[in-house]
Protein backbone atom coordinates (compact mmCIF):
# COMPACT_ATOMS: atom_id res chain seq x y z
CA UNK A 1 0.00 0.00 0.00
CA UNK A 2 0.85 3.27 -0.95
CA UNK A 3 2.34 5.46 2.07
CA UNK A 4 -0.55 8.53 3.64
CA UNK A 5 1.90 11.16 1.73
CA UNK A 6 2.38 9.23 -1.66
CA UNK A 7 -1.59 8.22 -1.74
CA UNK A 8 -2.40 12.05 -0.91
CA UNK A 9 0.49 13.89 -2.26
CA UNK A 10 0.80 16.24 0.35
CA UNK A 11 4.30 17.49 0.02
CA UNK A 12 4.51 20.62 1.59
CA UNK A 13 6.41 24.07 -0.06
CA UNK A 14 9.54 24.75 1.33
CA UNK A 15 9.22 28.38 2.82
CA UNK A 16 11.75 29.74 0.35
CA UNK A 17 10.07 28.56 -2.62
CA UNK A 18 7.38 29.78 -1.34
CA UNK A 19 8.23 33.13 -0.90
CA UNK A 20 9.76 33.07 -4.64
CA UNK A 21 6.69 32.18 -5.69
CA UNK A 22 4.79 34.88 -3.86
CA UNK A 23 7.26 37.66 -4.64
CA UNK A 24 6.69 36.83 -8.60
CA UNK A 25 2.82 36.64 -8.48
CA UNK A 26 2.51 40.17 -6.47
CA UNK A 27 5.04 41.45 -9.40
CA UNK A 28 2.36 40.55 -12.30
CA UNK A 29 -0.50 42.46 -10.30
CA UNK A 30 -1.82 46.02 -10.71
CA UNK A 31 -3.42 46.26 -7.16
CA UNK A 32 -4.50 49.62 -7.67
CA UNK A 33 -6.98 48.30 -10.56
CA UNK A 34 -8.33 45.69 -7.62
CA UNK A 35 -10.43 47.59 -4.27
CA UNK A 36 -10.39 44.23 -3.19
CA UNK A 37 -8.54 41.16 -4.04
CA UNK A 38 -9.36 37.84 -3.46
CA UNK A 39 -6.72 35.06 -2.91
CA UNK A 40 -7.01 31.23 -3.27
CA UNK A 41 -4.98 28.38 -1.91
CA UNK A 42 -7.00 24.96 -3.07
CA UNK A 43 -4.66 22.71 -1.44
CA UNK A 44 -3.10 24.93 1.29
CA UNK A 45 -1.85 22.60 3.84
CA UNK A 46 -0.45 24.59 6.67
CA UNK A 47 -0.56 27.56 4.91
CA UNK A 48 3.03 28.07 3.75
CA UNK A 49 2.21 29.79 0.15
CA UNK A 50 -0.36 31.98 1.60
CA UNK A 51 1.76 33.77 4.55
CA UNK A 52 4.33 33.53 1.78
CA UNK A 53 2.02 35.74 -0.43
CA UNK A 54 0.27 37.88 2.29
CA UNK A 55 4.56 39.01 3.35
CA UNK A 56 4.35 40.03 0.11
CA UNK A 57 1.72 41.99 -0.28
CA UNK A 58 1.30 45.75 0.10
CA UNK A 59 -0.03 46.86 3.84
CA UNK A 60 -2.90 48.50 2.10
CA UNK A 61 -3.78 45.64 -0.12
CA UNK A 62 -4.09 43.40 2.28
CA UNK A 63 -6.30 45.22 4.30
CA UNK A 64 -8.74 44.86 1.68
CA UNK A 65 -7.30 41.11 0.51
CA UNK A 66 -9.97 37.98 1.18
CA UNK A 67 -7.83 34.76 1.87
CA UNK A 68 -9.24 31.25 1.25
CA UNK A 69 -7.40 28.26 1.83
CA UNK A 70 -9.03 24.90 1.25
CA UNK A 71 -7.50 21.66 3.27
CA UNK A 72 -8.21 17.90 3.94
CA UNK A 73 -6.01 17.42 6.82
CA UNK A 74 -7.91 18.86 10.13
CA UNK A 75 -4.16 19.58 11.71
CA UNK A 76 -2.81 21.21 8.69
CA UNK A 77 -5.61 23.26 8.24
CA UNK A 78 -5.98 24.49 11.83
CA UNK A 79 -2.08 25.54 11.78
CA UNK A 80 -3.19 27.28 8.60
CA UNK A 81 -5.95 28.94 10.23
CA UNK A 82 -3.48 30.53 13.21
CA UNK A 83 -0.85 31.90 11.07
CA UNK A 84 -2.86 34.07 8.88
CA UNK A 85 -4.81 35.42 11.77
CA UNK A 86 -1.93 37.54 12.73
CA UNK A 87 -1.86 39.38 9.03
CA UNK A 88 -4.65 41.53 9.28
CA UNK A 89 -6.43 40.67 5.97
CA UNK A 90 -9.77 41.88 5.15
CA UNK A 91 -10.94 38.18 5.66
CA UNK A 92 -10.04 34.75 5.86
CA UNK A 93 -12.32 31.27 5.09
CA UNK A 94 -10.88 28.25 5.13
CA UNK A 95 -12.67 25.06 4.99
CA UNK A 96 -12.21 21.29 5.59
CA UNK A 97 -12.74 19.50 2.42
CA UNK A 98 -11.66 18.23 -0.92
CA UNK A 99 -11.58 21.03 -3.38
CA UNK A 100 -12.03 19.39 -6.74
CA UNK A 101 -15.51 19.00 -5.28
CA UNK A 102 -15.82 22.80 -5.81
CA UNK A 103 -15.59 22.11 -9.71
CA UNK A 104 -19.17 22.26 -11.22
CA UNK A 105 -19.90 20.85 -14.56
CA UNK A 106 -23.62 19.93 -16.02
CA UNK A 107 -22.44 16.64 -16.85
CA UNK A 108 -20.22 15.10 -13.92
CA UNK A 109 -17.84 16.39 -10.50
CA UNK A 110 -16.02 13.89 -8.74
CA UNK A 111 -13.99 14.15 -5.69
CA UNK A 112 -10.43 12.62 -5.03
CA UNK A 113 -11.20 10.87 -1.35
CA UNK A 114 -14.91 9.67 -1.30
CA UNK A 115 -16.62 7.87 -3.61
CA UNK A 116 -20.11 9.28 -2.93
CA UNK A 117 -22.44 11.78 -4.61
CA UNK A 118 -20.35 15.14 -6.27
CA UNK A 119 -21.77 18.31 -5.20
CA UNK A 120 -22.51 21.40 -6.84
CA UNK A 121 -20.29 23.77 -4.33
CA UNK A 122 -19.04 27.09 -5.94
CA UNK A 123 -16.64 29.86 -4.79
CA UNK A 124 -16.50 33.73 -5.72
CA UNK A 125 -14.41 33.63 -8.55
CA UNK A 126 -10.65 35.33 -7.09
CA UNK A 127 -8.02 37.31 -8.28
CA UNK A 128 -4.79 35.26 -7.52
CA UNK A 129 -4.87 31.38 -7.26
CA UNK A 130 -1.23 30.40 -5.49
CA UNK A 131 -1.37 26.45 -5.38
CA UNK A 132 1.10 23.92 -4.63
CA UNK A 133 -1.74 21.05 -5.54
CA UNK A 134 -1.44 17.22 -4.61
CA UNK A 135 0.76 15.52 -6.92
CA UNK A 136 -0.66 11.90 -7.46
CA UNK A 137 0.58 9.78 -10.25
CA UNK A 138 -1.52 7.11 -12.05
CA UNK A 139 -0.16 4.59 -10.93
CA UNK A 140 -1.09 5.38 -7.28
CA UNK A 141 -4.19 6.79 -7.99
CA UNK A 142 -5.52 3.81 -9.74
CA UNK A 143 -6.53 3.55 -13.53
CA UNK A 144 -10.18 3.78 -12.76
CA UNK A 145 -9.84 6.61 -10.60
CA UNK A 146 -7.78 8.58 -13.06
CA UNK A 147 -10.26 7.67 -15.89
CA UNK A 148 -12.80 8.88 -13.85
CA UNK A 149 -11.48 12.02 -13.21
CA UNK A 150 -10.21 12.83 -16.92
CA UNK A 151 -14.05 12.25 -17.98
CA UNK A 152 -15.02 14.40 -15.18
CA UNK A 153 -12.49 17.29 -15.87
CA UNK A 154 -12.89 16.71 -19.83
CA UNK A 155 -8.81 16.00 -20.03
CA UNK A 156 -7.84 12.38 -22.00
CA UNK A 157 -6.15 9.67 -21.08
CA UNK A 158 -5.13 8.23 -17.68
CA UNK A 159 -4.42 11.55 -15.84
CA UNK A 160 -2.22 12.37 -12.90
CA UNK A 161 -4.22 14.35 -9.58
CA UNK A 162 -2.18 17.80 -10.39
CA UNK A 163 -3.62 17.45 -13.86
CA UNK A 164 -7.36 17.76 -12.66
CA UNK A 165 -6.28 20.37 -10.07
CA UNK A 166 -5.33 22.50 -12.90
CA UNK A 167 -8.77 22.35 -14.77
CA UNK A 168 -10.86 23.16 -11.36
CA UNK A 169 -8.40 26.28 -10.51
CA UNK A 170 -9.38 27.65 -13.64
CA UNK A 171 -13.13 27.54 -13.22
CA UNK A 172 -12.24 29.62 -9.88
CA UNK A 173 -9.79 31.95 -11.57
CA UNK A 174 -11.27 35.37 -12.68
CA UNK A 175 -10.68 36.47 -16.92
CA UNK A 176 -7.55 38.24 -16.48
CA UNK A 177 -6.58 36.72 -13.27
CA UNK A 178 -3.27 35.16 -12.24
CA UNK A 179 -2.00 31.52 -11.60
CA UNK A 180 0.78 30.76 -9.67
CA UNK A 181 1.79 26.82 -9.65
CA UNK A 182 4.27 24.57 -8.14
CA UNK A 183 3.91 20.70 -10.25
CA UNK A 184 5.38 18.30 -11.74
CA UNK A 185 7.60 19.03 -14.76
CA UNK A 186 6.26 16.08 -16.49
CA UNK A 187 3.43 17.79 -18.32
CA UNK A 188 5.95 19.61 -20.22
CA UNK A 189 7.34 16.75 -22.28
CA UNK A 190 5.34 13.64 -21.74
CA UNK A 191 2.74 11.88 -23.90
CA UNK A 192 0.42 12.12 -20.96
CA UNK A 193 0.60 16.02 -20.30
CA UNK A 194 -0.81 16.20 -23.86
CA UNK A 195 -4.25 17.09 -22.63
CA UNK A 196 -2.98 19.40 -19.77
CA UNK A 197 -0.56 21.25 -22.10
CA UNK A 198 -3.64 21.88 -24.80
CA UNK A 199 -5.92 22.90 -22.16
CA UNK A 200 -3.21 25.45 -20.66
CA UNK A 201 -2.31 27.00 -23.98
CA UNK A 202 -6.20 27.32 -25.00
CA UNK A 203 -7.14 28.90 -21.45
CA UNK A 204 -4.10 31.46 -20.53
CA UNK A 205 -1.22 33.95 -21.37
CA UNK A 206 1.61 31.96 -20.15
CA UNK A 207 3.93 34.09 -17.63
CA UNK A 208 6.80 32.25 -17.26
CA UNK A 209 7.24 28.52 -17.02
CA UNK A 210 10.34 27.77 -15.06
CA UNK A 211 11.93 24.07 -14.87
CA UNK A 212 13.10 23.52 -11.76
CA UNK A 213 14.92 20.14 -12.76
CA UNK A 214 17.36 18.36 -10.37
CA UNK A 215 18.33 21.67 -8.05
CA UNK A 216 16.52 19.09 -5.05
CA UNK A 217 14.47 22.00 -4.19
CA UNK A 218 11.39 19.94 -2.47
CA UNK A 219 11.94 16.34 -0.76
CA UNK A 220 9.33 14.95 -3.10
CA UNK A 221 10.57 12.50 -5.77
CA UNK A 222 9.34 14.58 -8.66
CA UNK A 223 11.20 17.04 -10.40
CA UNK A 224 8.84 20.54 -10.23
CA UNK A 225 8.09 23.68 -12.35
CA UNK A 226 6.22 26.44 -11.67
CA UNK A 227 3.61 27.82 -14.00
CA UNK A 228 2.79 31.27 -13.55
CA UNK A 229 0.09 32.26 -16.09
CA UNK A 230 -2.70 35.22 -16.33
CA UNK A 231 -5.90 33.64 -17.44
CA UNK A 232 -7.47 34.77 -20.89
CA UNK A 233 -10.84 36.27 -21.11
CA UNK A 234 -13.42 33.76 -23.06
CA UNK A 235 -13.31 35.83 -25.93
CA UNK A 236 -9.90 35.62 -26.60
CA UNK A 237 -9.25 31.57 -25.95
CA UNK A 238 -7.72 29.75 -28.71
CA UNK A 239 -5.35 27.79 -30.36
CA UNK A 240 -3.45 31.02 -31.34
CA UNK A 241 -2.29 31.48 -27.89
CA UNK A 242 0.40 29.41 -28.39
CA UNK A 243 1.90 32.27 -30.75
CA UNK A 244 2.14 34.69 -27.64
CA UNK A 245 5.73 35.46 -26.22
CA UNK A 246 5.24 32.83 -23.26
CA UNK A 247 8.98 33.07 -21.41
CA UNK A 248 11.02 29.93 -20.12
CA UNK A 249 13.77 29.31 -17.49
CA UNK A 250 15.14 26.61 -17.22
CA UNK A 251 17.79 25.31 -14.20
CA UNK A 252 19.64 22.13 -14.11
CA UNK A 253 22.53 21.15 -12.52
CA UNK A 254 25.02 20.97 -14.74
CA UNK A 255 27.24 17.21 -14.57
CA UNK A 256 28.90 17.06 -18.39
CA UNK A 257 31.08 20.46 -17.59
CA UNK A 258 34.84 19.15 -16.82
CA UNK A 259 36.25 22.56 -17.02
CA UNK A 260 38.46 24.19 -14.43
CA UNK A 261 36.74 27.36 -14.16
CA UNK A 262 35.02 27.66 -10.74
CA UNK A 263 36.43 31.11 -9.61
CA UNK A 264 35.03 32.18 -13.50
CA UNK A 265 31.40 31.09 -12.08
CA UNK A 266 29.30 33.31 -10.26
CA UNK A 267 29.02 32.05 -6.99
CA UNK A 268 25.70 32.27 -4.97
CA UNK A 269 24.72 30.89 -1.66
CA UNK A 270 21.43 29.31 -3.30
CA UNK A 271 19.33 28.42 -6.03
CA UNK A 272 16.95 31.36 -5.40
CA UNK A 273 19.54 33.18 -5.87
CA UNK A 274 20.46 32.36 -9.49
CA UNK A 275 16.63 32.60 -9.88
CA UNK A 276 15.98 35.92 -8.97
CA UNK A 277 19.28 36.83 -10.64
CA UNK A 278 17.87 35.42 -13.80
CA UNK A 279 20.58 35.86 -16.19
CA UNK A 280 21.61 33.29 -18.70
CA UNK A 281 25.05 31.17 -17.25
CA UNK A 282 26.22 28.41 -15.11
CA UNK A 283 26.33 29.48 -11.21
CA UNK A 284 28.35 27.86 -8.13
CA UNK A 285 26.17 26.85 -5.22
CA UNK A 286 28.50 25.51 -2.84
CA UNK A 287 30.34 22.53 -4.75
CA UNK A 288 27.30 22.73 -7.11
CA UNK A 289 27.21 24.03 -10.88
CA UNK A 290 23.81 24.97 -12.11
CA UNK A 291 23.09 26.00 -15.71
CA UNK A 292 20.13 28.61 -16.23
CA UNK A 293 18.64 29.28 -19.32
CA UNK A 294 16.18 31.20 -20.64
CA UNK A 295 13.81 31.61 -23.85
CA UNK A 296 11.11 31.73 -25.17
CA UNK A 297 8.86 28.38 -25.25
CA UNK A 298 8.55 26.56 -28.57
CA UNK A 299 5.42 25.04 -29.44
CA UNK A 300 4.39 22.48 -31.77
CA UNK A 301 0.87 22.95 -34.15
CA UNK A 302 -0.05 19.65 -32.49
CA UNK A 303 -1.00 19.70 -28.63
CA UNK A 304 0.02 15.59 -28.37
CA UNK A 305 4.26 17.11 -29.08
CA UNK A 306 6.40 18.20 -25.88
CA UNK A 307 6.71 22.26 -25.44
CA UNK A 308 10.25 23.09 -26.31
CA UNK A 309 12.47 25.18 -23.66
CA UNK A 310 15.07 25.97 -25.69
CA UNK A 311 17.02 29.46 -26.79
CA UNK A 312 17.26 31.32 -29.91
CA UNK A 313 20.84 29.29 -30.37
CA UNK A 314 19.32 26.05 -29.31
CA UNK A 315 16.13 26.42 -32.04
CA UNK A 316 18.86 27.37 -34.54
CA UNK A 317 20.37 24.25 -34.08
CA UNK A 318 17.28 22.14 -33.96
CA UNK A 319 16.21 23.67 -36.69
CA UNK A 320 19.30 22.48 -38.90
CA UNK A 321 19.02 19.36 -37.82
CA UNK A 322 15.33 19.30 -38.78
CA UNK A 323 15.89 20.42 -41.92
CA UNK A 324 18.48 17.62 -42.84
CA UNK A 325 16.54 14.82 -41.62
CA UNK A 326 14.80 12.18 -43.63
CA UNK A 327 12.79 10.41 -42.07
CA UNK A 328 11.87 9.62 -37.60
CA UNK A 329 13.35 6.11 -36.56
CA UNK A 330 9.78 5.33 -36.21
CA UNK A 331 9.51 5.37 -39.17
CA UNK A 332 11.53 2.85 -40.01
CA UNK A 333 11.03 0.48 -36.83
CA UNK A 334 9.05 0.13 -34.20
CA UNK A 335 10.22 0.52 -30.57
CA UNK A 336 8.82 -1.93 -28.23
CA UNK A 337 9.23 -2.35 -24.52
CA UNK A 338 10.57 -5.37 -22.93
CA UNK A 339 8.85 -7.93 -21.04
CA UNK A 340 6.24 -7.21 -18.65
CA UNK A 341 5.35 -10.37 -16.25
CA UNK A 342 3.97 -8.30 -13.32
CA UNK A 343 5.22 -10.83 -11.08
CA UNK A 344 8.86 -10.67 -11.56
CA UNK A 345 9.64 -12.42 -8.47
CA UNK A 346 7.93 -15.56 -10.07
CA UNK A 347 8.94 -15.52 -13.66
CA UNK A 348 12.61 -14.08 -13.33
CA UNK A 349 15.19 -15.42 -11.38
CA UNK A 350 19.31 -16.20 -11.17
CA UNK A 351 18.80 -18.60 -8.76
CA UNK A 352 17.93 -21.16 -11.25
CA UNK A 353 20.65 -23.40 -11.45
CA UNK A 354 20.71 -23.63 -7.57
CA UNK A 355 17.00 -25.44 -7.61
CA UNK A 356 16.89 -29.54 -6.89
CA UNK A 357 16.56 -31.43 -10.30
CA UNK A 358 12.68 -32.29 -10.66
CA UNK A 359 11.59 -28.89 -9.05
CA UNK A 360 13.87 -26.80 -11.53
CA UNK A 361 11.94 -25.85 -14.74
CA UNK A 362 12.31 -27.36 -18.03
CA UNK A 363 15.87 -25.75 -19.42
CA UNK A 364 14.22 -24.97 -22.80
CA UNK A 365 11.67 -22.97 -21.06
CA UNK A 366 14.21 -20.92 -19.05
CA UNK A 367 15.58 -18.37 -21.47
CA UNK A 368 18.86 -15.42 -20.61
CA UNK A 369 16.80 -12.59 -20.61
CA UNK A 370 18.88 -9.09 -20.80
CA UNK A 371 18.50 -6.00 -18.20
CA UNK A 372 18.86 -2.62 -17.30
CA UNK A 373 22.04 -4.06 -14.87
CA UNK A 374 23.40 -5.42 -18.00
CA UNK A 375 23.66 -2.43 -20.32
CA UNK A 376 26.53 -0.83 -21.82
CA UNK A 377 27.56 1.34 -24.66
CA UNK A 378 27.68 -0.68 -27.86
CA UNK A 379 28.12 -3.85 -26.76
CA UNK A 380 26.31 -5.17 -23.32
CA UNK A 381 28.49 -5.29 -20.23
CA UNK A 382 30.33 -8.47 -18.34
CA UNK A 383 28.10 -10.78 -17.31
CA UNK A 384 27.47 -11.93 -14.24
CA UNK A 385 28.36 -15.60 -13.06
CA UNK A 386 24.95 -16.27 -12.22
CA UNK A 387 23.19 -14.06 -15.43
CA UNK A 388 18.85 -13.90 -15.24
CA UNK A 389 16.94 -16.29 -16.97
CA UNK A 390 13.33 -15.92 -17.49
CA UNK A 391 10.54 -19.01 -16.90
CA UNK A 392 8.66 -17.62 -20.58
CA UNK A 393 5.38 -19.59 -20.87
CA UNK A 394 4.78 -18.43 -24.54
CA UNK A 395 5.53 -20.34 -27.66
CA UNK A 396 4.44 -20.17 -32.01
CA UNK A 397 1.86 -22.17 -32.48
CA UNK A 398 0.02 -22.65 -36.28
CA UNK A 399 1.91 -19.04 -36.60
CA UNK A 400 0.56 -17.56 -33.52
CA UNK A 401 1.61 -16.52 -29.83
CA UNK A 402 0.06 -18.97 -27.29
CA UNK A 403 0.50 -19.53 -24.04
CA UNK A 404 2.57 -22.79 -23.57
CA UNK A 405 1.07 -26.44 -22.25
CA UNK A 406 1.98 -26.46 -18.46
CA UNK A 407 1.41 -30.35 -18.61
CA UNK A 408 3.72 -30.81 -21.08
CA UNK A 409 5.95 -29.22 -19.04
CA UNK A 410 5.93 -31.29 -15.31
CA UNK A 411 8.39 -29.40 -13.47
CA UNK A 412 7.31 -25.99 -15.10
CA UNK A 413 3.51 -26.29 -14.16
CA UNK A 414 5.05 -27.87 -10.32
CA UNK A 415 7.04 -24.58 -9.76
CA UNK A 416 4.31 -22.70 -11.26
CA UNK A 417 1.84 -24.02 -8.96
CA UNK A 418 3.59 -23.24 -6.21
CA UNK A 419 2.75 -19.45 -7.15
CA UNK A 420 -0.62 -20.18 -8.40
CA UNK A 421 -2.27 -17.77 -5.53
CA UNK A 422 0.02 -15.24 -5.93
CA UNK A 423 -0.16 -15.34 -10.23
CA UNK A 424 -4.21 -15.74 -10.53
CA UNK A 425 -4.44 -12.00 -7.76
CA UNK A 426 -3.21 -10.71 -11.46
CA UNK A 427 -7.44 -10.28 -12.13
CA UNK A 428 -6.35 -8.57 -15.24
CA UNK A 429 -5.10 -11.16 -16.39
CA UNK A 430 -7.71 -13.24 -15.92
CA UNK A 431 -9.93 -10.72 -17.31
CA UNK A 432 -8.88 -10.68 -20.39
CA UNK A 433 -9.07 -14.49 -20.90
CA UNK A 434 -5.66 -15.44 -20.56
CA UNK A 435 -4.13 -17.99 -18.32
CA UNK A 436 -2.98 -17.74 -14.78
CA UNK A 437 0.32 -18.27 -15.39
CA UNK A 438 0.98 -16.46 -18.54
CA UNK A 439 3.12 -13.14 -19.05
CA UNK A 440 0.93 -9.57 -19.13
CA UNK A 441 3.03 -8.67 -21.87
CA UNK A 442 5.54 -11.26 -23.71
CA UNK A 443 6.09 -9.67 -26.56
CA UNK A 444 5.95 -11.40 -30.09
CA UNK A 445 8.50 -14.87 -29.52
CA UNK A 446 9.35 -14.87 -33.08
CA UNK A 447 11.47 -11.73 -32.99
CA UNK A 448 13.58 -12.89 -29.81
CA UNK A 449 16.26 -14.18 -32.05
CA UNK A 450 16.14 -11.51 -34.72
CA UNK A 451 19.69 -9.46 -34.55
CA UNK A 452 18.59 -6.12 -32.28
CA UNK A 453 19.05 -3.18 -30.17
CA UNK A 454 18.27 -3.00 -26.88
CA UNK A 455 18.60 0.09 -24.26
CA UNK A 456 17.51 0.79 -20.85
CA UNK A 457 14.71 3.14 -19.58
CA UNK A 458 16.57 5.38 -17.90
CA UNK A 459 19.94 6.21 -18.28
CA UNK A 460 22.66 8.89 -17.59
CA UNK A 461 23.86 8.56 -21.38
CA UNK A 462 22.44 6.59 -24.18
CA UNK A 463 23.02 2.92 -24.17
CA UNK A 464 21.75 1.08 -27.62
CA UNK A 465 23.15 -2.21 -27.68
CA UNK A 466 23.57 -4.56 -30.25
CA UNK A 467 22.37 -7.97 -30.07
CA UNK A 468 22.30 -11.25 -32.01
CA UNK A 469 22.51 -13.90 -29.51
CA UNK A 470 18.74 -14.14 -29.10
CA UNK A 471 18.41 -12.71 -25.99
CA UNK A 472 14.84 -11.53 -24.44
CA UNK A 473 14.39 -8.10 -23.06
CA UNK A 474 13.29 -6.95 -19.59
CA UNK A 475 10.74 -4.33 -19.02
CA UNK A 476 13.21 -1.86 -17.61
CA UNK A 477 14.50 -1.85 -21.07
CA UNK A 478 13.17 -1.58 -25.10
CA UNK A 479 14.49 -3.13 -28.04
CA UNK A 480 14.60 -2.50 -31.74
CA UNK A 481 14.37 -5.20 -34.33
CA UNK A 482 14.62 -4.39 -37.91
CA UNK A 483 12.01 -5.86 -40.98
CA UNK A 484 15.34 -6.34 -42.95
CA UNK A 485 17.29 -8.65 -43.72
CA UNK A 486 20.13 -6.55 -43.94
CA UNK A 487 20.98 -5.45 -40.20
CA UNK A 488 22.55 -1.77 -41.93
CA UNK A 489 19.72 -0.62 -40.45
CA UNK A 490 20.25 -1.06 -36.71
CA UNK A 491 23.70 -0.60 -36.65
CA UNK A 492 23.02 3.41 -38.84
CA UNK A 493 20.15 3.82 -35.85
CA UNK A 494 22.76 2.89 -32.88
CA UNK A 495 25.10 4.98 -34.66
CA UNK A 496 23.02 8.22 -34.42
CA UNK A 497 21.72 7.22 -31.08
CA UNK A 498 24.50 6.56 -29.26
CA UNK A 499 26.17 10.31 -30.11
CA UNK A 500 26.72 13.39 -28.05
CA UNK A 501 24.05 15.35 -30.95
CA UNK A 502 21.26 12.78 -30.41
CA UNK A 503 21.86 13.41 -26.41
CA UNK A 504 21.72 17.07 -27.23
CA UNK A 505 19.13 16.75 -29.41
CA UNK A 506 16.97 14.25 -26.75
CA UNK A 507 17.50 16.78 -23.98
CA UNK A 508 16.39 20.07 -25.68
CA UNK A 509 13.26 18.44 -27.54
CA UNK A 510 11.87 16.20 -25.05
CA UNK A 511 13.44 17.99 -21.46
CA UNK A 512 13.15 14.76 -19.61
CA UNK A 513 16.06 14.71 -17.35
CA UNK A 514 15.65 13.00 -14.36
CA UNK A 515 17.58 13.46 -11.02
CA UNK A 516 21.81 12.70 -11.27
CA UNK A 517 21.79 13.35 -14.82
CA UNK A 518 19.79 10.59 -15.77
CA UNK A 519 17.36 10.65 -18.39
CA UNK A 520 14.73 8.88 -19.66
CA UNK A 521 14.31 6.61 -22.91
CA UNK A 522 10.60 6.08 -23.98
CA UNK A 523 9.01 4.85 -27.29
CA UNK A 524 7.54 8.20 -27.35
CA UNK A 525 10.71 9.93 -27.45
CA UNK A 526 13.22 7.84 -29.21
CA UNK A 527 10.91 6.80 -32.44
CA UNK A 528 10.80 10.71 -33.13
CA UNK A 529 14.94 10.73 -33.39
CA UNK A 530 15.53 12.38 -37.01
CA UNK A 531 17.68 10.45 -39.65
CA UNK A 532 19.97 11.53 -41.92
CA UNK A 533 19.48 9.71 -45.81
CA UNK A 534 20.36 6.34 -45.22
CA UNK A 535 22.31 5.90 -48.59
CA UNK A 536 24.31 8.99 -48.36
CA UNK A 537 28.65 8.58 -47.70
CA UNK A 538 27.85 9.96 -44.13
CA UNK A 539 25.79 7.13 -43.56
CA UNK A 540 27.21 4.70 -44.82
CA UNK A 541 30.41 5.65 -42.70
CA UNK A 542 28.45 5.74 -39.60
CA UNK A 543 27.58 2.16 -40.01
CA UNK A 544 31.15 1.49 -41.01
CA UNK A 545 32.07 2.87 -37.60
CA UNK A 546 29.62 1.35 -35.28
CA UNK A 547 30.02 -2.58 -37.00
CA UNK A 548 33.79 -1.82 -35.43
CA UNK A 549 32.51 -0.40 -32.16
CA UNK A 550 30.59 -3.72 -31.62
CA UNK A 551 33.02 -5.76 -32.38
CA UNK A 552 34.49 -7.53 -29.51
CA UNK A 553 37.89 -7.26 -29.92
CA UNK A 554 38.34 -3.32 -30.56
CA UNK A 555 39.99 -2.57 -27.74
CA UNK A 556 39.92 1.26 -25.66
CA UNK A 557 42.00 3.54 -27.44
CA UNK A 558 40.34 2.23 -30.64
CA UNK A 559 37.21 2.50 -29.25
CA UNK A 560 38.01 6.05 -28.32
CA UNK A 561 39.32 6.82 -31.68
CA UNK A 562 35.82 4.92 -33.38
CA UNK A 563 33.71 7.09 -31.20
CA UNK A 564 35.48 10.50 -32.15
CA UNK A 565 34.62 9.71 -35.86
CA UNK A 566 31.18 9.04 -35.52
CA UNK A 567 30.59 11.97 -33.67
CA UNK A 568 32.46 13.93 -36.98
CA UNK A 569 30.20 11.64 -39.61
CA UNK A 570 27.12 12.18 -37.52
CA UNK A 571 27.27 16.03 -37.15
CA UNK A 572 28.39 16.03 -41.05
CA UNK A 573 25.27 14.15 -41.41
CA UNK A 574 23.22 16.92 -40.14
CA UNK A 575 25.29 19.61 -40.99
CA UNK A 576 26.11 21.25 -37.90
CA UNK A 577 29.58 20.88 -35.75
CA UNK A 578 30.39 17.87 -33.78
CA UNK A 579 30.34 17.83 -30.77
CA UNK A 580 33.01 15.96 -29.36
CA UNK A 581 32.47 16.48 -25.31
CA UNK A 582 28.61 17.06 -24.07
Avoid at 33 to 51: K, M, N, S, T
Avoid at 163 to 188: E, H, P, W, Y
Avoid at 524 to 547: G, N, T
Avoid at 550 to 556: E, I, K, L, Q, Y
Wanted: charged share 30%.
Amino acid sequence: MPSKQKATGSHYTPPELARFLAERLVAEVDFRRLPELRVLDPACGDGELLVALANSLPDNTLRNTVITGIELDDLSLGNAQERLEAFGSKSNFFKRMDFLEFYTDSEAQIGLFNNGPPTNKTIPPVDIIIANPPYVRTQVLGARKSQELAKSFRLKGRIDLYQAFLVAMTQCLKDSGIIGVITSNRFISTKGGASIRSFIAENYEIVELIDLGDTKLFEAAVLPSILIARKLPSTSRSSTNLKLPNRFVRIYENRTSNRDDREELVHVDSVYDILRKNFDGEYLVSETRFKLSTGTLSFSNLSSEPWQMVTETEKGWIDKIESAAKYRIGDVVKVRVGIKTTADQVFIRSDWDDMPEGRRPEDCLLRLIFSHDDAGRWRSSTRNESPKKILYTHEVRDSKREAIDIERYPCAAAYLRQYRERLERRKYVIKANRKWYEIWVPQDPLAWGRPKLIFPDISPSPMFFYDNEGLMVDGNCYWIVSEEENTDMLFLIQGIANSNLMTRYHELIFNNKLYAGRRRYLTQYVEKYPMPDRHSAHSRRIVDLVKKLVSVDVGDSMTEKYETDLEVAVAEAFGVEPLLSF
